[in-house]
Antibody, heavy 118, light 112 residues
């Protein structure tokens, strides 16, 4: 059975930093693209960043470029998101999502809540 | 960026009756490899999204066959042949053809 478990969310002040983690099991982690998707009440579901199987390609949406960094450790079946210079509009549930080449398989974690507020 | 729209945004349905959700994209979702990367997700209350359909019409493992997807180019449809109580939730279409991937605003299905 596939499991994706996020951690690291919490309350942070504007301008602060957080590091999210996602631990995966039940599928060949190193063969899957990994992604962070966030969900905020007003803006709905939004793609944040994704990373290729071997970590050689990283892609970010414009709103987080230069502030967020996605990374992975295939030896630990883990995905990370370093979030710096956080803003109120980054407040959301952050989901870890995995998908195979061609999108034949896709899995979501349960999410971790990030709240940016003073 | 490709914009995804859905209609209706609210869908009250009687148990046992069919339901249909439309999804439209601002550009064709046919990728250079010939595939159309259009997915449908279901989000039940208090849960994370779960994928139902991939590449327009392929059901994910464990998805009941009352769910079906169709369409091409820029127009897509998710149909539920007979709505059950467990189908209550929000349904999202999502494309993965262009960068960045994008979701529709969601359609909230409720029981009348």
């Amino acid at each position: 059975e596939v499991h994706l478990v996020e951690s690291g969310g919490g309350l942070v002040q504007p301008g602060g930093s957080l590091r999210l983690s996602c631990t995966a099991s039940g599928f060949p982690f190193s063969s899957f693209w990994m992604t962070w998707v966030r969900q905020a009440p007003v803006r709905g579901l939004e793609w944040v960043a994704n990373i290729k199987q071997d970590g050689s390609g990283k892609y970010y949406v414009d709103s987080v470029k230069g502030r967020f960094t996605i990374s992975r450790d295939n030896a630990k079946n883990s995905l990370y998101l370093q979030m710096n210079s956080l803003r109120a509009e980054d407040t959301a549930i952050y989901y870890c999502v995995s998908y195979s080449d061609g999108w034949n398989e896709a899995y979501w974690g349960q999410g971790t809540l990030v709240t940016v507020s003073s | 960026d490709v914009v995804m729209t859905q209609s209706p945004l609210s869908l009250p349905v009687t148990l046992g009756q069919p339901a249909s959700i439309s999804c439209r994209s601002s550009q064709s979702l046919v990728y250079s490899d010939g595939n159309t990367y259009l997915n449908w997700f279901q989000q039940r209350p208090g849960q994370s999204p779960r994928r139902l359909i991939y590449k327009v019409s392929n059901r994910d493992s464990g998805v009941p066959d009352r769910f079906s997807g169709s369409g091409s180019g820029t127009d897509f449809t998710l149909k539920i042949s007979r709505v059950e109580a467990e189908d209550v939730g929000i349904y999202y279409c999502m494309h993965a053809t262009h960068w960045p991937p994008a979701f529709g605003p969601g359609t909230k299905l409720e029981i009348k």
